[in-house]
């Protein structure tokens, strides 16, 4: 079954720590990336990779951080550096269009 | 820079009612232009796009016509449903892959 997946659907943080949000999909899209959604604000671009090894910073980088060693995998980490990490955060893959996974919520502990 | 506008919500219809939801861009070129539709707790789901002036998107029953001379692109649907209940997004993609995406429009279709 072609798709994305994102794992897990519900993440907490604790103060100072670093987690990381998997995003994995078997489209064999070149493209990834990665939003931050807010109440009232729409979708913001975090980072976005066009093709593996190589990525991007998007509107709103700082705090966070990204690899892209295979095609398939594009994971975030929300480093301590984020003072507000509580969002919903979605990451899309493809180009025209883009097809987006279901989404993790992040929150604080 | 590239933006969208979307109309402020939350919009309340009931169900049967024609729905106009209002998105605007300023872009540079010839940007394309999508709808997304986001039900509770889910990701987003392309809804229609339309990649040149005058291209109509539909789907659903849901339709949009790319507006070059008023750059606009807004979303109608004749009959609503309390299906469609969802938060509604219009977005551009200009050069580059990534999307610029309006603040949404959230929906509620009462019976």
């Known amino acids: 079954d072609g798709g994305i997946t994102q794992s897990p659907k519900y993440l907490f943080r604790k103060e100072g720590q670093n987690v990381t949000l998997s995003c994995e999909q078997n489209l064999n899209h070149d493209a990834m990336y990665w939003y931050r959604q807010d109440p009232g604000q729409g979708l913001r671009l975090i980072y976005y990779s066009q093709i593996v090894n190589d990525f991007q910073k998007g509107d709103i980088a700082e705090g966070y951080s990204v690899s892209r060693e295979k095609k398939e995998s594009f994971p975030l980490t929300v480093t301590s550096a984020q003072k507000n990490p509580t969002a919903f955060y979605l990451c899309?893959?493809?180009?025209?269009?883009?097809?987006f996974g279901d989404g993790t919520r992040l929150s604080i502990l | 820079g590239n933006s969208v506008t979307q109309m402020e919500g939350p919009v309340t219809l009931s169900e049967e009612a024609f729905l106009t939801i209002n998105c605007t861009y300023t872009a540079t070129g010839y940007p394309s232009l999508f709808w997304y539709v986001q039900y509770p707790g889910e990701g987003l789901q392309l809804l229609l796009k339309?990649?040149?002036?005058?291209d109509k998107g539909s789907n659903k029953g849901f339709e949009a016509t790319y507006r070059k001379e008023t750059t606009s692109f807004h979303l109608e649907k004749g009959s609503v449903q309390v299906s469609d209940s969802a938060v509604y997004f219009c977005?551009?993609?200009?050069?580059?892959?990534?999307?610029?995406f309006g603040k949404g429009t959230s929906l509620l279709v009462t019976p």
């Open positions: 339309a990649t040149k002036a005058d």
């Open positions: 899309a893959t493809g180009a025209q269009p883009q097809h």
């Open positions: 977005a551009l993609r200009n050069s580059g892959y990534a999307l610029n």
